[in-house]
């Protein structure tokens, strides 16, 4: 829990051309120590999904520089980043287990080799007995577990998760959100994790960095001091509410519905 | 469908034919234009012992298949081309549209004059009608491709070349075999009309000079055995893109 594993310096995106379109982050300098949870919040279009989508390689910052393990992201690295969208974007015609190897397959991994992984994935996100299920065959929350251990199968140091269970019910929510921590307390993974959800942010993150409205700028970075493991009551204390505040204050007078 | 189902429509034809059969028997319909259906059966036979009968099938199968063969890769790459490329969709697309509309039929005059009554003529006919709906279709193909899945591909490290086989081409496949099939349709009435309108040869030719020499029971007979074929080919296509397709939810 010490060196930077991702490390954004000074980033700067704007879309369109010339620098004439809409600035949508602004002077980022952010530094994630390896194992560490972080979560991004902020008013709704402050670019949280566009920091995720640089740090995924997926596009280009128009300054800046953005690393990871060192090394200077300037194309995905699936091997060291795992995504996780908020759709679970799965591949309809591919089942389970096929979309949990399918980063695998893409590197060529032979089948022998990366079928067997997928189902260890499987199994840590609690989805043995479904290998074989087409996507439109699972419930929403059961396609965001599947889209989780596909995230994980390459066995990456960092896991992006872009708002992941914004599309899911109340329930399935929180019970997701205890696996992840119990995945990630198994597996020790640097997360970079983007929320609407205040309650969602406390109780996962180690860490909360909360962005300004449009052009993103860091405006806070709040140490979430709650004991781990979380629990549910935990969130009806007095801590867990004195963090909330602190980051709604920022986030209050940016918002306008 | 299920069982009863199946036997339900079975007994409904069967007492049509049996209609039929009695209504022409008594002579209450005309059997000079709609013969009992057990005269038809007999000239099925008959034709299909005939070695120039099968020789015309032969000729209008192998039209037909010249023209798909033809259509289908032309037809699909012009509608990937015009879906990819922005320029080229903004040009051509609303000719394309204008003519996907526009009655094939009246332009056969104009293929007669530039091919001459040939089968070159029917081909070129065949391909002319077909392309329209798989330059459609294609078009359609690349649209459906979700461009989240490309999104998650890429973020797995996904090349271009993966990206078209492990995305474009599955997500495709069911309305490129849809798209197949129903230029198919439109392809075997294209050729049959260019037959029955002025040819040498050909199932359509025959089913044209049958009629006009009034012989219904080989009118009838051959249009049994065009409609065979052609729901035999239509089915075919219907059993690979439900299979391919068979990850679409509508289980």
Known sequence: MSRALVAIRGVSQ?????????????????????GQFAAVVGPSGCGKSTLLSLVA?????????VLCDGEPITAPMPRKVGMIFQEANLLPWLSALENVAFPLKLRRVAKAERLPAARRMLALTGLSGFEDRLPHQ????MKQRVAIA????????????DEPFASLDEQTRMVLGDELLRIWSETRKTVLFVTHSLNEAVYLADRVIVLSARPGRIVDDVAVDLPRPR???????ERFGALKDRIWQHIKHAERP | MRRHERLIVAAASLALFALWEGLARLGLVDPSLAPAPSVVAAALVRLAGRPEVLASLGVTAWEVAAAFLLATPLGLGLGFLLAEVPALGALFRPLVNFLFGVPKSIFLPVFILVFGVSIPQKIAFGVFTT?????????????????????VSRAYGASRAQIAREIYLPAMAPILLESARLGMVFN??????CEIYGARDGI?????SWGENLQMPQLYAALVIVAAAAVAVNEALRAVESRLGAWRERA
């Open chain 2, 204 to 208: 359509g030719y025959r089913i044209a």
């Open chain 1, 57 to 65: 390689g997926l596009r280009q910052p128009s300054r800046g520089t």
């Open chain 1, 14 to 34: 704007r879309f369109g051309t010339d620098g004439a379109g809409v600035a949508a982050l602004d002077g980022i300098d952010l530094e994630i120590p390896d």
């Open chain 2, 188 to 193: 075997i009435t294209a050729v049959l009309l």
């Open chain 1, 231 to 237: 629990t549910f009551t935990m969130s009806a204390g």
């Open chain 1, 150 to 161: 596909r995230g994980l199968v390459q066995d990456p140091a960092v896991l992006l998760m």
């Open chain 2, 131 to 151: 392309i329209f709906v798989l330059i459609v279709g294609g078009i359609a193909a690349v649209q459906s491709v979700p461009p989240e899945l490309i999104t």
């Open chain 1, 138 to 141: 699972l419930s929403g929350g």
